[in-house]
């Protein structure tokens, strides 16, 4: 039958059907349903890592121990996964292994963009490159085929397109699974350098016979029209996007496993072209190795290096101009930045802390990064998860080699703090910068859409968990100065900062409160109970119109500019009671709520 | 060629229910069908799109600047935001429905008023009241069915067995309130 499935449930179905028996992942838009789906799956044990190394190397473990294993991820969290991925290419697996990695031309959820293509052939692992939810399912199971087959990690390259559209996808069956036998080998797994060596040589080997593989793999294909003497080279979502614009009337190369890339097809495809068009997202990889074999082809000379390689894109660079649009005064739209939404427990943290004067806000990667959007404009610094703890570490420092006094507050949430905020506080801990380090804990991982954390009580399948409490955490580090706040309690908040900002040796402030758009759990429910069951309103006559409440930054709130009174949409307010914290007045009240 | 439905609208209206029903449709009367939606930050309240593609054969999961047959806004001003899309002899449906942005929200601009004549003088236009039928429907969530109903009618698809689709892909309590929206938001198109 054929179903719609989107790239990532592919690519979870692909690995059921390879007999995968392991999966771990760290969530990461656009990868994180890859996970989700598979933990779907009652044969594949699947769980949430603290982070992307910690997911490939339980993937690595499970490999060793003779099971199929598949770890997914982001393109930046094979940033955080490329310490053990470099050598798992050495050793090579018992059980095949494949490694997702998700990449976003055009940043839509990125805080950068990279072409992970370059990772493959850094790293020497094999990589496919899937166009559509069918081949991201066949690709899988290849993939696994060829991990085993050649005794090595297989990288599948998605990006978000491939990633998040659907097309049609016919299924195929699970089979009976084996495990494969376990036995200590050294000389495979234990990278001393003795080791190592050995392993570094016969990767030679290992990529010459996969070369040979690439060359006649059914996946790396030319389409020719003797017709023309154009000829178009293209990989992924780009074969697609130039089969709409070039159309048949061209010859296409389309490449599936772009490393090691099959020279020998790629040469007899050039030598018979007059032009080549080289299509493809981001790096100039498949430019590269053409132009090494000795060809001119067209590629980033023309086309934009970044974004992504939409029709619409690949016409303006060949021809000037998209297809023919209707022009019209766009002045009119106002844009949709994305806000904290109504009820959002980090709202009252920025609140109170865009108030203070002369302290540098380490941000990090999470909901709460809007904290650096008007009406708060509360961050100085964003770069990778777990960044901020350590970048305010070290701006410390150099702020205490100055007189002006500056303070920094670096601030995380609870699944970043996991992820790898935790060795940064350690940091914190052992070297003693004068640092107030809060921790946002809403009790998930809310950015990507709600996924459980060590922190939430709950494993990726849905099974109770043991809760580590960040508390303890940081009471283990050694921090004497450690307290937990209700960040709806703005008062609370603010004499907290007060305290911590007076003292002169690290703090860690803990804001709790779960994620407005959170399920809540049974311990939910008892642990804040009343959460969310309040509504606010505004009594208009007794607002003045000051507008106070709007720095609050709630979208359920709103201003009558002709009326000059403030408003709250009934719908949208979770009763957080942070405006009628902020009103002057007392203007904003709760709901008395009618008994029966 | 293929044809392109671009949905458009403001996160949380119900845009991914109404595409997923539609590309089921689709799919089982035999069509190639793609469908490419951005997920992540942009749904915190953002401007969402759904793009959908069908025919013999498709190829771009996307659809370019002045390639969309149809645009269907779910919001007033998300179909100023998206009409470069649309081609020049496309048709627009419009839910005549505001949802103000954080700028207006908070007081620093005003939502215009006049985007529905603005929209007919660029193209070919139906302004539908999606959230009053619902509304008379008795669940103003069903705005999303209703709006699919219009794109049902629009584009010609109304032989496909749309209630059995929804009896398959809905909550069993919610059929038969969405079959009366894709009826209702097909009888608001001429
Ligand atoms: C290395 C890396 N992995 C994954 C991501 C994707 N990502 C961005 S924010 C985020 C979750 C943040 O959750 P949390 O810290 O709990 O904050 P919240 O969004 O709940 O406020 C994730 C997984 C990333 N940007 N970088």
New binding site residues.
């Given amino acids: 039958m054929r179903t719609l499935m989107t790239g990532d449930e592919a690519i979870a179905r692909g690995a059921y059907e390879a007999g995968v028996v392991f999966a771990a992942a760290?969530?990461?838009?656009p990868s994180?349903e890859i996970l989700e789906n598979l933990a779907h799956y009652p044969e594949i044990y699947s769980e949430w890592s603290p982070?992307?190394k910690v997911a490939l190397e339980g993937a690595i473990g499970a490999s060793i121990a003779g099971g199929r294993a598949i770890a997914s991820?982001?393109h930046?969290?094979l940033?955080?996964a490329a310490d053990p991925l470099f050598t798992f290419a050495y050793t090579g697996v018992n059980g095949g292994t494949v490694i997702i990695t998700a990449d976003e031309p055009g940043q839509y959820?990125?805080?950068n963009e990279q072409d992970n293509r370059n990772y493959a052939k850094a790293a020497k692992i094999p990589m496919l490159e899937p166009s559509d939810s069918q081949e991201c399912l066949d690709m899988t199971k290849l993939a696994f085929d060829i991990s085993e087959q050649f005794d090595t990690p297989v990288l599948i390259r998605m990006t978000t397109r491939v990633c998040h559209s659907k097309s049609p996808v016919i299924t195929g069956e699970r089979p009976e699974v084996t495990l494969k036998p376990y036995e200590r080998k050294g000389n495979k797994y234990v990278c001393v350098p003795a080791v190592a060596k050995k392993l570094r040589v016969n990767i030679e080997s290992r990529t010459a016979k996969l070369k040979e593989f690439s060359e006649k793999c059914i996946y790396n294909k030319a389409e020719y029209n003797a017709e023309s003497n154009i000829g178009v080279i293209s990989s992924g979502i780009s074969y697609y996007y130039a089969k709409e614009v070039f159309g048949s009337g061209v010859s296409h190369l389309k490449l599936a496993m772009t490393w090691p890339l099959p020279l020998d097809l790629i040469k007899d495809f050039c030598d018979r072209m007059e032009k080549i068009y080289i299509i493809e997202e981001n790096d100039p990889y498949l430019e590269e190795a053409v132009r090494a074999l000795g060809f001119k082809p067209l590629g980033k000379d023309i086309f934009p290096p970044y974004d992504e390689m939409t029709p619409d894109t690949i016409r303006k660079s060949l021809f000037g101009e998209t297809l023919p649009t209707i022009s019209a005064d766009t002045e009119v739209v106002i844009n949709r930045p994305p806000t904290l939404c109504a009820g959002?427990p980090?709202r009252g943290f920025f609140y109170e802390i865009a108030k203070r004067k002369n302290v540098m806000i380490s941000g990090?990667?999470?909901?709460?990064?809007l904290g650096m959007a008007p009406p708060y404009n509360a961050m100085d610094s964003t770069i990778?998860?777990?960044a901020s703890l350590s970048i305010g570490h070290g701006a410390q420092r150099v702020f205490d080699m100055t007189d002006r006094g500056t303070r920094v507050v670096s601030v995380?949430?609870?699944?970043?703090?996991?992820?790898?905020?935790m060795n940064s506080l350690l940091n914190v801990a052992y070297n003693q910068s004068n640092t107030i380090n809060v921790i946002?804990?809403?009790r998930?991982?809310?950015?990507?859409g709600?996924?459980d954390?060590p922190?939430s009580g709950y494993t990726a399948s849905g099974e109770s968990a043991p809760m580590i409490k960040i508390e303890d955490v940081a009471k283990a580090f050694g921090f004497r100065n450690i307290r937990v706040v209700n960040p709806n309690d703005l008062q609370q908040v603010s004499d907290v900062l007060d305290e911590l900002l007076a003292l002169d040796e690290p703090s860690v402030l803990i804001t709790r409160w779960p994620?407005a758009l959170k399920k809540f759990s049974p311990e939910d429910k008892m642990e804040f109970a009343g959460a969310y069951t309040d509504k606010f309103a505004v009594d208009q006559d007794t607002c003045i119109g000051c507008k106070l409440c709007m720095k609050a930054g709630c979208p359920a709130l709103s201003f009558d500019t002709k009326a000059k009174k403030a408003a709250i949409s009934r719908t949208q307010c979770l009763g957080c009671s942070v405006c009628a914290q902020v009103c002057p007045k007392d203007a904003i009240k709760k709901e008395v709520r009618q008994n029966g | 060629m293929a044809k392109s439905v671009l949905l458009v609208g403001v996160g949380g209206q119900g845009t991914i229910l109404a595409s997923k029903l539609l590309t089921t449709g689709l799919l089982e009367a035999g069509y190639e069908v793609k469908m490419s939606e951005i997920h992540g930050m942009s749904q915190r309240g953002g401007s969402v799109s759904s793009q959908v593609r069908y025919g013999e054969e498709v190829f771009s999961p996307v659809i370019e600047l002045g390639g969309a047959d149809i645009l269907v806004s779910f919001e007033l001003m998300e179909a100023m935001r998206w009409i470069e899309y649309l081609k020049p002899d496309g048709q627009i449906i419009v839910n005549n429905y505001k949802i103000p942005p954080m700028p207006v929200v908070m007081g620093e601009c005003e939502y215009p008023e006049d985007i529905p004549e603005r929209l007919c003088a660029l193209a070919q236009t139906t302004i539908v009241d999606a959230a009053a039928i619902a509304n008379d429907l008795g669940n103003p969530r069903v705005m999303n069915v209703v709006l699919l109903g219009t794109i049902i009618k629009a584009m010609g698809l109304t032989q496909i067995d749309w209630e059995r689709i929804i009896t398959q892909n809905v909550k069993p309590a919610f059929v038969d309130i969405n079959i009366e929206a894709i009826k209702a938001g097909m009888n608001a198109v001429n």
């Fill in positions: 760290y969530p990461g838009t994180t982070n992307e991820m982001k930046v969290g940033n955080v959820s990125s805080q959002c980090h990090d990667i999470g909901c709460y990064t990778c998860m777990g995380l949430g609870d699944s970043t703090f996991f992820h790898t905020g946002l804990d809403n998930i991982t809310g950015m990507t709600h996924q954390n922190g994620c």
